[in-house]
Structure formats: C-alpha cells, structure tokens
C-alpha cells in the first residue's frame, strides 16, 4: 500500500477554497478545480517505496501483473482502468457530452491522421477511451444533467416569456422527441450576431427574476449560470436540461451521450481514465457543434439521483452499468473491515482518520484528504478507524 501525492489541477472554474479545506491546507487564492488520483499521463499520482518518487504510471507500466493483477490487465489492458478525483466547482463547468468507445476510437484516429496536435484547442479527442462518469456530492451539489422531455421544456421556455424563444417552443411541441430536442439544441448552437445577444440577454433577465421569486427552485442554478458566463448561448442548451441538486452522499451515473454541466459544489468523482470531451456552451473553449451532434443522444427524462446500497459487510456501494470503475464508502464504526479483491484499489478518506492494515502487518495512516494505492497484491487489507468515512475505487471483474 503506498500513499498518494497527488495533483491539483488549477483550472478557472475550480473553487479557491473547498480543496484546500479538505486537505488541511491554507488557501493560495487561486481556483483548485480537482484534485486527481490514478495514473493518468495528465497529472499522475506519485509514490515513494523507499528508492524515492516515482509516477504511479511509470510503476504500473513496470510491472502491470503486479500491480494491477492478471485479472485486471486481461480484462482491461495494462493501464489503471480509471480515474478518482475531488471536483470542487466554484463556478459552472461547461455543458458537454462523452462519446461512446467506438466514436473514441475513431475520434482519436482521425485527428491523429490529421495531424491535430493533442493539446490543440480545436482538438475534440485527446485519447481512444470513453469517459463514463460518477459524480458523489459531499456537500449539496448542483447540476445539470440529461435533456427534459420535449414538453417540459416547452413549458419551461414558454413559462419564461420571451418571445423569441417561440419558434424553440414550437420545435418541442410539435416534433418527435430525438428530432425536437436535437432540431432545438441545433438551433440554440448556431445562433450568431444580434439575435443571439438579444436572446440570451432578454432570457437572463427572465431567469434572473424567475430565481428572485423562487430562491430555492430550479431557476436559482440557471440564473447562477446567467451571471458567471453572460451573453453566452449555453444559457439557452441549459434550459433544455435537468436541474439536479444531490445531497451529501447522492451521486449521478453519466454514460456516453449524455450531455451535463456541474454547476457548484464538491463531489467525489470517478471515471474511465480519459480526457474526452465535447462541449455545448457555457465556455470560453471550443465548441465543435457537428461533433458535439453526433455524439449526443438525444432521449428525454428525469435523471436517476443514486444512493449507496450497503452490503452485509457494511460496504455502500454506488452501482454503475459498466466495470472500468468501482466506487463504494466505508463510514467506519468500531469494527474493522477487509478489503478483499485482487485489484486496484485507490482509496480516499474524507472525514476523520483511518488506517490500514497490509498482511505483513505493516500499517498507514490516512487524515482526511489522504488517499492511497493498493496494489492487487495489496489484497485482504485491514480498514478501521470510528467516525471516519473512505471512499474506495476498484474495478469490476
């Protein structure tokens, strides 16, 4: 078992202080959006066993037998299968969407053949992988997640009373629902010039005063969204999804095609270890519009908030239709617990102090912000610590 160093990634719409709160640390002033914990090339954890430190990659890929276990490489590759992260959303994330496997492969290919630069800012596809997700909130947590059906959004907009969004309303009502919700993404993306600004201006005013006569309701996020990227047309792709607020310990499961925003909060997040992603608005990136079409699945409905179901052994797991990620909470009482599994485990202690026990008897401990490997040989650990909670990230096999 090894403790994590691992990387914080500073980017503008991370919160200045909900990372280094949890870590213990003093606040630098500036946006810490997610803290990582794998092995991706991005910003790998590192670790020290005594012949000082080393990127958990470059360990993996030594010795993937080891340390991921045979199971684990056969079934996945010699790569750590996912990526665990603390996400603290100071402001919104953009809307965007995850291909699916097969548009990530040919995604990838196709840029590499011409010739795209990897970190270039038009570039859609950084890798060949797919990039299901889990986000877990800590605290309350605000998002967006999946498109409304067709005639909630209708009544939505319409509830707003702009009259330019008529011809949107008009779409939703009258069409089927793929080609409603698609034919109105496609629109609200392509506005330009005067109609756009007159637009999005006209609907903040309207979402504004919506929030001011309901705080706590739905239009609170949009309105918040308003504010931090006016003029931006995302305001209007916003509308069109779910509003979610997750109390501390819900999570949402995000597969492919599925288009989303985080707007506030802090949460635990897992993923299939990629960095794919194509945006719809509420950015200053790039915002490739065919892509983002092709990708989206464009299916209307209330998003499923996940609780963790409790095994006999006291594990609370969050259950997701795929196996690149496992994630599961240990909230720790008098008894100690065993990690069983020949795999990759990552874990992540957020509340109190818990420690871990290896075969040989050796032991580490872990504050609240500390995480740790254990390797597939690391399998059969000990796990106490009263009052602490620990999240654990696995594999299925």
């Not at 640390?25 to 959006?33: V, Y």
């Not at 097969?102 to 950084?126: C, L, M, S, T, W």
């Not at 095609?257 to 909060?265: E, S, T």
Request: proline share 8%; hydrophobic share 45%; glycine share 10%.
């Amino acid at each position: 078992m090894d403790r994590l160093v691992n990387t914080v990634r500073p980017y503008a719409w991370g919160s200045v202080t909900a990372i280094p709160e949890l870590l213990g640390q003093e606040a630098t002033g500036e946006p810490q959006a997610e803290l990582w914990m794998g092995a991706h090339p991005g910003s790998p954890s590192r670790v020290d066993r005594g012949e000082g430190s080393r990127s958990l990659a470059a360990l993996i890929a030594a010795d993937p037998q080891r340390e991921l276990g045979a199971a684990t490489v056969a079934k996945f590759g010699p790569d750590l299968p996912f990526l665990l992260k603390v996400l603290a959303a100071g402001t919104p994330l953009s809307i965007q969407a995850h291909p699916d496997p097969a548009q990530a492969r040919a995604g990838f290919a196709d840029e590499e053949a011409r010739g795209v630069p990897i970190e270039a800012p038009h570039r859609n596809y950084k890798d060949a992988n797919h990039k299901p997700e889990l986000i877990c909130a800590l605290g309350e947590f605000e998002g967006l997640c999946g498109f409304r059906t067709p005639s909630e959004a209708a009544d939505l907009l319409q509830s707003l009373g702009v009259a330019a969004l008529t011809p949107l309303v008009e779409i939703l009502r009258n069409k089927p629902e793929s080609e409603a919700l698609s034919q109105s993404l496609a629109t609200i993306l392509t506005m330009s010039g005067d109609t756009a600004r007159t637009t999005v201006a006209e609907v903040a005013a309207a979402v504004e005063r919506a929030a001011e006569a309901e705080p706590d309701g739905q239009f609170a996020g949009y309105a918040y969204a308003a504010r931090e990227f006016p003029g931006d047309t995302g305001l209007l792709a916003a509308l069109l999804l779910n509003y979610v607020r997750l109390r501390p310990g819900e999570a949402l499961y995000l597969g492919a095609g599925v288009p989303h925003a985080y707007l506030r909060g802090l949460g635990i997040e897992i993923l299939a270890n990629s960095d794919n992603v194509l945006r719809g608005g509420l950015t200053p990136k790039h915002v490739d519009v065919p892509e983002l079409l092709r990708v989206v699945i464009f299916r209307g409905g209330k998003p499923e908030v996940l609780r963790p179901v409790a095994d006999a052994d006291g594990e609370e797991l969050y259950p997701v239709p795929i196996d690149e990620f496992r994630l599961s909470r240990f909230v720790l009482g008098g008894a100690a617990r065993r990690l069983a599994g020949d795999a990759p485990q990552i874990l992540l202690c957020t509340e109190g102090t818990a420690l871990l026990t290896a075969a040989d008897g050796s032991t580490l401990a872990l504050a609240r912000g500390d995480s740790a490997f254990l390797p597939a040989t690391g399998a059969d650990t000990g796990l106490r610590g009263p009052g602490a909670t620990v999240f654990r990230a696995t594999v299925t096999l």
